[in-house]
C-alpha cells in the first residue's frame, strides 16, 4: 500500500476559512434580491395596475364620444323657442400632430379649414385630459369643405367628418334676451367645471334660460368603445352608451305677445315685460338692442358677428332685469306709504302748484304750474308733482324707504335669472353717508317721491309693483318655468287696507280715461288702467328723458300686466311708451 507524502495529503483540506460566510451572504443577496423584485411586481401590479391597464387600454381601445342633445325649449302654448340641428363637423384623434404624417395633413386641413394650423395643434394639446377620445376641430362644415375633406381623403390619416346636435332658435333675435345662448366652453371655463363632467368641445348655457337650467337641458354623453389594431384601424365595437337627451322646458313665455312686443319696441334702445298679475308668471321680456344667438353657434365668430353683439349699445344687456330711476311710476308706492302710515286720509285734498320751495330747494310741477286743488286720484290721475312732494315731506323719508323696500324694490325679485338680475338701489341714510358723505336731506324724500333721485328699479320690478293694485295688494315672484301650481304659491300679501288698494286702483283707471294715458282708452279693449312716467336723464350734454308705462286690463279682472321703457327717449312716458303698449293689448285681446 502506498503511503502518500504529507505534503499532498495536507493540501486537500487547506480551503475552509470563510465557507460558512459565502453561503450566508449568497442566501441573503438572492432574498434580497426576490425582495426587490416582488416589491416591484406589488408595486407594478397592484399599486400602478390601473394605471397601467389604462395606458394598454388607451392603445387598443379608442372612444367615439356621442354629444347629448340638448332638451328643447317651448312656449307655454307648446311652441318651439329652441331645438337642435345636425351640421357636420371635423374630428382627430390626439397625438395627430406629433404623428410623422403631420407636416402634410396640418397643412392640408389648415387651407380647408380655414383655421391656423397653429390653432388645431393648440386643442389637440389640451386634449391630453382624455387621450382616447375624438377632438372636434371645426364644426358646421359648408359643402365645398365637405367636399374638399373627401377628395383628399387618403392625404388625410386619422381625420373624420360626424355629425353632431348643435343648439338652433328658431325666432333669434325675438328671444335672444329670454333663451340666452350656448357657447363652446373656454380653456379657463373647462378647468372649472371639470369636476362636473365637462370636456373639451363641450358647450354650455352662458347666458338666459340656457344658463338659468343648464343642468336640465345638458343631458348626458354617450359613445362607442372601439377596439383597433396597432395602425389604429377598428376591428369592432367593445360597446355602446346611448347619449341620454337633455330635458325639455315650457316656459310661461307667450310667442304671441312676445312677437307682439319685440315689434312695439322697434328700434328703440328699453324694455317691455308682460306678466300675469295674478302669480307673476312672465308672458313677454324684451330688451333692444338684441342679437341672433344662433351666431354663437359657430366655430368661430367672424369680425361683422362681433360687432352684432359689441359697441356702444349693449346688445347683450338684458335691460328687463336693468336699474334705472323709475319716475312717476313710482307714485304708487308714494300713495301706498301715505295711506298706509295714516298720516293722511283717503278723502285728503291738496292744493297743487307751478313748484315748490322746500329745504332751501326749487322743486318744479311738471306742467310748471299745477292743477289746482287735488285729492289721491286726482293726483295719480295728473301725475302732479306739486301733489307727492308734499306728502313725502309730512310722511318722511324712512317710511317712504320702509314701503318701497316692501314693494321689492332694492332687491332681487327671485327671477330665474339671479345671476344677471339687478337688484336695483333703495337709496338711504347710510347709502349717502357713504356715498357722497353727507347726511339724508327733506330734498332726497321730495325727490324720491316721484321716482328720482339715486333710486334705481328695473323694468321687471316695476312690473311687480303694478302688479299689487292689479292683483288687490299681493307681492308676486316673476318667474319663466310653466306649472299648474295655484297663483298663492307665487306671490304674498302685502295686508294694504281696502280703501289704499281701492284708490290706487281708482287712480289708475282716471289716468286711463282723462288723466296722461288716454292713447289707452280705445273702445275695442276692456278697460285698462295704467300709469306714465317721465325720468330726466341725460347722454353726455344732452338731456334725453327715459319714458315708462304701466298698464294692465283688464281694469276690474287683470289677465295681463305690461310694463314700456324706452332708454333716452327724449318723449313722454303718455306719447312713447304708452302706444307700445296699445299694440300689445290689441294683440292679446284680438286673439281672444
Do not use: C
Not at 154 to 181: C, D, F, K, Q
Not at 294 to 306: G, H, V
Request: glycine share 10%; aromatic share 8%.
Amino acid at each position: 500500500m502506498a503511503i502518500l507524502p504529507p505534503l499532498l495529503s495536507s493540501q486537500k483540506n487547506t480551503r475552509t476559512v470563510g465557507r460558512g460566510v459565502q453561503s450566508t451572504f449568497v442566501i441573503l443577496f438572492t432574498l434580497l434580491m426576490l425582495s426587490g423584485i416582488s416589491a416591484r411586481l406589488v408595486y407594478l401590479q397592484i399599486l400602478e395596475g390601473k394605471n397601467h391597464r389604462i395606458r394598454a387600454e388607451s392603445n387598443r381601445v379608442r372612444i367615439i364620444p356621442k354629444q347629448p342633445e340638448r332638451g328643447n325649449i317651448f312656449d307655454r302654448n307648446g311652441k318651439l323657442l329652441a331645438s337642435t340641428r345636425y351640421p357636420r363637423s371635423v374630428y382627430l384623434w390626439p397625438m395627430a400632430h406629433e404623428n410623422p404624417s403631420w407636416s402634410i395633413v396640418g397643412p392640408r386641413l389648415s387651407k380647408i379649414l380655414d383655421i391656423p394650423q397653429e390653432e388645431i395643434e393648440k386643442i389637440l394639446k389640451q386634449s391630453t385630459v382624455n387621450p382616447s377620445s375624438l377632438i372636434r376641430i371645426a364644426r358646421n362644415l359648408n359643402e365645398a369643405q365637405v367636399t374638399a375633406l373627401r377628395e383628399y381623403e387618403s392625404e388625410l390619416p386619422g381625420v373624420e367628418i360626424n355629425t353632431e346636435a348643435v343648439r338652433y332658435y328658431t325666432h333669434g333675435r325675438e328671444l335672444a334676451h329670454i333663451l340666452g345662448y350656448t357657447r363652446e366652453l373656454t380653456a379657463e371655463q373647462l378647468e372649472e367645471k371639470k369636476t362636473e363632467g365637462y370636456r373639451l368641445g363641450d358647450v354650455t348655457g352662458q347666458m338666459g334660460v340656457e344658463k338659468a337650467y343648464e343642468k336640465v337641458l345638458r343631458g348626458e354623453w354617450g359613445g362607442q368603445q372601439i377596439e383597433v389594431d396597432g395602425s389604429g384601424r377598428p376591428l369592432r365595437v367593445l360597446g355602446t352608451k346611448q347619449a341620454k337627451s337633455g330635458n325639455d322646458l315650457r316656459l310661461t313665455i307667450d310667442l304671441n305677445i312676445q312677437i307682439a312686443a319685440e315689434k312695439a319696441l322697434g328700434n328703440r334702445n328699453g324694455a317691455i315685460v308682460a306678466i300675469d298679475p295674478k302669480n307673476g308668471a312672465v308672458l313677454a321680456m324684451v330688451s333692444h338692442p338684441t342679437f341672433d344667438p344662433n351666431i354663437f353657434s359657430k366655430q368661430k365668430l367672424s369680425q361683422k358677428d362681433w360687432e352684432t353683439v359689441q359697441g356702444s349699445r349693449h346688445p347683450l344687456v338684458n335691460r328687463a332685469i336693468s336699474a334705472f330711476p323709475p319716475a312717476s311710476t313710482f307714485k304708487i308706492v308714494t300713495t301706498t306709504a301715505a295711506l298706509e302710515s295714516g298720516k293722511f286720509s283717503p278723502d285728503t285734498v291738496l292744493q297743487t302748484y307751478g313748484s315748490l320751495t322746500i329745504g332751501g330747494t326749487r322743486f318744479g310741477e311738471w306742467n310748471h304750474m299745477g292743477f289746482g286743488p287735488l285729492g289721491f286720484v286726482g293726483a295719480m290721475q295728473w301725475s302732479s308733482d306739486t301733489f307727492f312732494y308734499q306728502i313725502a315731506k309730512r310722511v318722511g323719508g324712512p317710511t317712504l324707504i320702509e314701503w318701497t323696500r316692501k314693494y321689492g324694490f332694492g332687491r332681487k325679485t327671485g327671477f330665474d335669472f339671479t345671476t344677471e338680475e339687478a337688484k336695483g338701489l333703495v337709496p338711504d341714510d347710510n347709502w349717502k353717508r357713504k356715498a357722497w358723505k353727507i347726511p339724508w336731506s327733506v330734498g332726497d324724500t321730495v325727490n324720491m317721491s316721484i321716482g328720482q333721485g339715486a333710486l334705481q328699479t328695473t323694468p321687471l320690478q316695476v312690473a311687480v309693483m303694478f302688479a299689487v293694485p292689479a292683483n288687490s295688494g299681493y307681492l308676486v315672484q316673476p318667474h319663466l318655468l310653466k306649472d299648474n301650481e295655484e297663483a298663492k304659491s307665487w306671490r304674498e300679501s302685502l295686508n294694504l287696507k281696502p280703501i289704499t288698494i281701492k284708490i290706487l286702483r281708482d287712480g289708475l283707471r282716471k289716468v286711463i280715461t282723462e288723466g296722461t294715458g288716454k292713447v289707452l282708452n280705445v273702445p275695442s279693449l276692456p278697460p285698462i288702467a295704467g300709469k306714465s312716467g317721465t325720468a330726466e336723464a341725460w347722454r353726455g350734454r344732452v338731456k334725453e328723458n327715459h319714458a315708462w308705462f304701466g298698464a294692465y286690463a283688464p281694469a276690474d279682472k287683470p289677465e295681463i300686466l305690461v310694463v314700456a321703457f324706452a332708454e333716452h327717449s327724449g318723449g313722454g312716458g303718455g306719447s312713447v311708451a304708452a302706444p307700445m303698449i296699445l299694440e300689445i293689448m290689441q294683440k292679446h285681446f284680438s286673439r281672444k
